[in-house]
């Protein structure tokens, strides 16, 4: 296993369009996390699953916000109508549920709104 | 709701020191505490992780400290080389959520 994986990379996209964000977790992990981080700033939550229940999410999840893991594999993070606020960096991590609950990140999506 | 301070915000050492980083957490009621490196750029590489029952673990030339009661966290960098330089970022989970401070930016000075 190469460890958590997102896709794309990077993302231009255009004031008001749609865009969506995959992130492939580590194959044994039933706990999936999505962060947003910005220039300067440590990680903020954004929402959690456990298998593929999204158990928490957080109040900087707008309604333009959704986040899916269908069958509790990989998981999709989507933002309808984008705003200019909402270039970031979107990091998913993954981890186990019981034990060892060390969290691994992958290397991000890098969304620019302009 | 949990605050996660490090200090120094940023930090130049000149090759071969020694160096500790600090982190701070309002709220000692936390699960684990997980040290990473992020390199300008790129996602989180987990260093070290302490469960809330320890008080220390190392890896290689690292070193986590973890004092709960006081709500404080060292990392401590023995020997530093030029490719240490990058971002730490300290972590401290309560129930099922991360919080983060906002990092160390070290450079090393070949």
């Known amino acids: 296993d190469t460890g958590v994986s997102q896709d794309p990379r990077h993302k231009i996209t255009k004031r008001g369009q749609n865009v969506t964000f995959r992130c492939d977790p580590i194959s044994e992990h039933n706990r999936l996390y999505w962060y947003r981080q910005t220039l300067g700033q440590g990680p903020e939550f954004l929402t959690y699953f456990q298998n593929e229940a999204q158990l928490e999410k957080s109040r900087l999840l707008s309604d333009r916000f959704s986040a899916e893991r269908p069958k509790g594999s990989f998981s999709t993070l989507e933002i309808q109508r984008t705003e200019q606020g909402d270039s970031a960096m979107y990091l998913c991590?993954?981890?186990?549920?019981?034990?060892?609950?060390?969290?691994?990140f992958g290397q991000g999506t890098r969304l620019t709104v302009v | 709701k949990q605050e996660v301070t490090q200090i120094p915000a940023a930090l130049s050492v000149p090759e071969g020191e020694n160096l500790v980083l600090n982190c701070s957490f309002t709220?000692?009621?936390?699960?684990?505490l997980q040290w990473f490196r992020q390199d300008p750029g790129k996602g989180l590489t987990s260093l070290l992780l302490i469960q809330s029952s320890q008080r220390e673990q190392t890896s290689g030339r690292l070193n986590a400290s973890l004092d709960k009661s006081s709500g404080r966290s060292t990392l401590y960098i023995a020997a530093s080389q030029p490719g240490d330089s990058a971002t730490y970022l300290c972590?401290?989970?309560?129930?099922?959520?991360?919080?983060f401070g906002t990092g160390t930016s070290l450079t090393v000075i070949p």
């Open positions: 709220d000692s009621a936390i699960y684990n």
């Open positions: 972590a401290v989970r309560v129930g099922n959520q991360f919080y």
């Open positions: 991590a993954s981890s186990f549920y019981r034990g060892n609950t060390e969290a691994f």
